[in-house]
């Protein structure tokens, strides 16, 4: 059974950075494209970036510039680094990984909070 287990969240000041970690329990990551989302309060989740298993990434227009996504296929992780954080960054963050069908694995999430 695959899982995703999120790690790094927390409280950081406006321009700040975070680090987020998302653990698979099988090699998955250099298998399948993995995401990133996120959801504010009172708001649809919404992809944050996408890293494909041959390595190319996108990203949501909102974190361009900002944000990277990438992974280690030896560690079985993917990270997601936040630089320049703003108060609109605060969300709950989650790792998603779509296995075809075999469905959809969303990791429980971790909470990032931008705030002053």
């Known amino acids: 059974q695959v899982q995703l287990v999120e790690s790094g969240g927390g409280l950081v000041q406006p321009g700040g950075s975070l680090r987020l970690s998302c653990a698979t329990s099988?090699?998955?990551?250099?298998?399948?494209?993995m995401d990133w989302y996120r959801q504010a309060p009172g708001k649809q989740r919404e992809s944050v970036a996408r890293?494909?298993?041959?390595?190319?990434?996108n990203y949501a227009d909102s974190v361009k510039g900002r944000f990277t996504i990438a992974r280690d296929n030896a560690k079985n992780t993917v990270y997601l680094q936040m630089n320049s954080l703003k108060p609109e960054d605060t969300a709950a963050y989650y790792c998603?990984?779509?296995?075809?069908?075999?469905?959809?694995?969303w990791g429980q999430g971790t909470q990032v909070t931008v705030s002053s």
């Open positions: 099988r090699s998955i990551s250099s298998t399948y494209a």
């Open positions: 890293i494909t298993n041959g390595g190319s990434t």
């Open positions: 998603h990984v779509d296995l075809g069908a075999r469905g959809h694995v």
